[in-house]
């Protein structure tokens, strides 16, 4: 056990990491850099073999909050770490790979983990997001707003049985408990601090277009418009929005923008940098029309917002 909060077993594994080290883990089944080993590189095979095993203890504690959140089989990978989703499935090669089998006794994984084999890359993102912000809620202590969206998420589970809609239901969940327990301000700074702990992406010269079109390949929408518009006079950009068939039912009056807000962050330069979702319309039928802008004076509105009719 080398930890036993989120917090302890991520800092266990970031001070086993080293930046130019020639090992890495991925699973085994499907080639992914499960969180919070994503980007993560080891100097040696028993360092990474520890992360290997460390990754599963965190994942486990991860399921107090989400019972569905994917399982992996950990292995440890020497050489550049391909990554499932950078390549496809039939280019993938493990080189001098060992079997970790965390918790099998080195058998086969456990029949969940090969259930959970079948897991779309939607619900591995919203797993992932969902992980990042309850994380960062403990780090936080803001035990009520857990609490609260726990209680509704279970409730929402109960009678709801696709795996699909159930991850989607825990994001709508997070963002109107994060709207009704944290201020405006804390909300941001908690999003910004989730957002470093998802895997990490490159720096993006469009950050919002990007994020769009990464949404868009998940099917978190339908389908999407964006157009950017020059500098304004306060120096911030400004980006107009339009989306098709928004997969989070959420009603007109409240827009969970969380997973979108927490992934235009992630590929954001600066950490620091101002972004904020205004101006919500919402036209119906899970179609909506917003406003991000970097404009210093506006900041805000990226976990959940009011919407508008036309």
Request: glycine share 8%; aromatic share 4%; with cysteine.
């Amino acid at each position: 056990m080398v930890g036993t909060t989120l917090r302890e077993i991520r800092h266990h594994i970031e001070r086993l990491a080293s930046d130019d080290g020639e090992y890495s883990v991925i699973c085994a089944r499907s080639g992914e850099r499960p969180v919070p080993v994503a980007g993560q590189r080891f100097a040696t095979r028993q360092d990474a073999a520890d992360a290997a095993h460390a990754t599963e203890q965190y994942r486990a504690a991860l399921r107090r909050y989400d019972p569905q959140l994917p399982c992996y089989d950990p292995i440890v990978c020497q050489g550049p770490a391909v990554d499932a989703n950078a390549a496809p499935r039939g280019n993938r090669r493990h080189r001098d790979s060992d079997r970790l089998a965390a918790g099998t006794g080195g058998e086969a994984p456990s029949a969940r983990a090969r259930l959970d084999s079948d897991d779309t890359p939607l619900i591995s993102f919203c797993h992932d997001v969902s992980g990042a912000v309850f994380e960062t809620l403990s780090a936080r202590d803001h035990d009520a707003a857990e609490r609260a969206i726990m209680e509704t998420y279970l409730a929402a589970a109960e009678a709801t049985t696709d795996r699909n809609t159930l991850c989607l239901v825990l994001l709508e969940a997070m963002a109107s408990e994060l709207e009704c327990h944290l201020d405006a301000a804390e909300r941001t700074r908690l999003l910004r601090a989730a957002a470093v702990k998802l895997s990490p992406v490159d720096p993006a010269d469009d950050p919002v277009a990007t994020s769009l079109d990464f949404l868009d390949s998940l099917s978190l929408m339908r389908a999407y418009g964006v157009t950017r518009d020059s500098a304004d006079a306060t120096g911030g950009n400004v980006w107009t929005v339009s989306l098709r068939g928004y997969a989070i039912e959420c009603g007109e009056r409240r827009f969970p923008t969380l997973p979108i807000g927490i992934d235009i962050l992630r590929r954001t330069a600066s950490p620091t940098a101002a972004l904020g979702v205004t101006d919500v319309t919402a036209l119906g039928d899970g179609d909506w029309q917003f406003v991000v802008t970097s404009d210093e004076g506006t900041t805000g509105g990226l976990v959940c917002t009011p919407g508008e009719r036309p």
